[in-house]
């Protein structure tokens, strides 16, 4: 694999990390979303959120597609789970996660929440935030899909709250471009590393 770092620009970085998630055998995505999800199990279960901002994942995307059924499952009942509703402009607004049956297809293939929307600041709610990313680097660092909207989703996110990304191996690089908008995470979880927390 080539060194990432080196790479000049976001848009190539995200074609060669899209073209590398779609080489990887479908056995290689089971597992590295099991592990992922364990991990993320264990996380939950030691912080005891009472609201988990998460995500429908996307073709080949960690977690895989029964990731909120997993994330409501590690919560108590009381517990809710938003999911990201993509706005005209990029920006994000948030829904209650009611079970697969309420999702419906959105845009690039998205499946959304149906549900009553709650509007873009309800992400500040969430006691833990897990995010799709297509590359992370050491300093926390995300590379996502170019809309920018999580950027602005995580400006409305307390600083204390716990960020989390969740890639497969080899997507935790050394280093990746950096535009003052960026918006760092806490953490990652990764397949063979698990819970990685990263400096702020
Ligand atoms: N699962 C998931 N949900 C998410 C995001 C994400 O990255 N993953 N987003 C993060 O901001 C927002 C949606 N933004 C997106 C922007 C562009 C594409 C996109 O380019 N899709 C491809 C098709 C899918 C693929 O092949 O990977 C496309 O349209 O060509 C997808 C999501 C909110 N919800
Ligand atoms: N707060 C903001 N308000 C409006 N536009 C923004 C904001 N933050 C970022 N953007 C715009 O979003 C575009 C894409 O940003 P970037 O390449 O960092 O996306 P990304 O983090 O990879 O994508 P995503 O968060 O959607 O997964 C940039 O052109 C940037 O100007």
């Given at each position: 694999?080539?060194?990432?770092s080196d790479?000049?620009?976001k848009?190539?970085?995200?074609?060669?990390?899209l073209?590398?998630?779609?080489?990887?055998?479908?056995?290689?995505?089971?597992?590295?979303s099991a592990?992922?999800?364990a991990?993320?199990?264990s996380?939950?279960r030691?912080?005891?959120?009472?609201?988990?901002a998460?995500y429908?994942?996307?073709?080949?995307?960690?977690?895989?597609?029964?990731?909120?059924?997993a994330?409501?499952?590690?919560?108590?009942s009381?517990?809710?789970?938003?999911l990201?509703?993509?706005l005209?402009?990029?920006?994000?607004?948030?829904?209650i996660?009611?079970?697969?049956?309420?999702?419906?297809p959105?845009?690039?293939?998205?499946?959304?929440?149906?549900?009553?929307?709650?509007?873009?600041?309800?992400?500040?709610?969430?006691?833990?935030v897990?995010?799709?990313?297509?590359?992370?680097?050491?300093?926390?660092?995300?590379?996502?899909?170019?809309?920018?909207?999580?950027?602005?989703?995580?400006?409305?996110v307390?600083?204390?709250?716990l960020?989390?990304?969740?890639?497969?191996?080899?997507e935790l690089?050394?280093?990746?471009?950096?535009?003052?908008?960026?918006?760092?995470?806490?953490?990652?979880?990764?397949?063979?590393?698990?819970?990685v927390h990263?400096?702020?």
């Amino acid at each position: 694999m080539p060194d990432l770092s080196d790479l000049p620009r976001k848009a190539s970085l995200r074609a060669a990390l899209l073209n590398r998630r779609r080489a990887l055998p479908a056995t290689s995505l089971d597992e590295g979303s099991a592990h992922v999800v364990a991990a993320l199990s264990s996380l939950v279960r030691n912080e005891r959120p009472n609201c988990v901002a998460g995500y429908v994942p996307l073709g080949p995307e960690p977690g895989g597609p029964g990731l909120p059924d997993a994330l409501a499952d590690m919560l108590g009942s009381e517990a809710r789970v938003l999911l990201p509703v993509l706005l005209p402009d990029s920006d994000l607004d948030w829904a209650i996660y009611h079970g697969p049956y309420a999702l419906t297809p959105g845009p690039h293939g998205l499946r959304e929440p149906s549900g009553r929307r709650l509007g873009p600041d309800a992400i500040a709610t969430a006691e833990l935030v897990v995010v799709p990313a297509l590359a992370v680097d050491k300093r926390g660092v995300r590379l996502g899909r170019g809309g920018g909207s999580y950027d602005r989703a995580l400006t409305r996110v307390s600083p204390e709250t716990l960020v989390v990304a969740l890639l497969y191996d080899g997507e935790l690089v050394e280093s990746l471009p950096e535009e003052p908008h960026d918006r760092r995470v806490g953490a990652v979880i990764t397949p063979s590393g698990g819970l990685v927390h990263l400096p702020v």
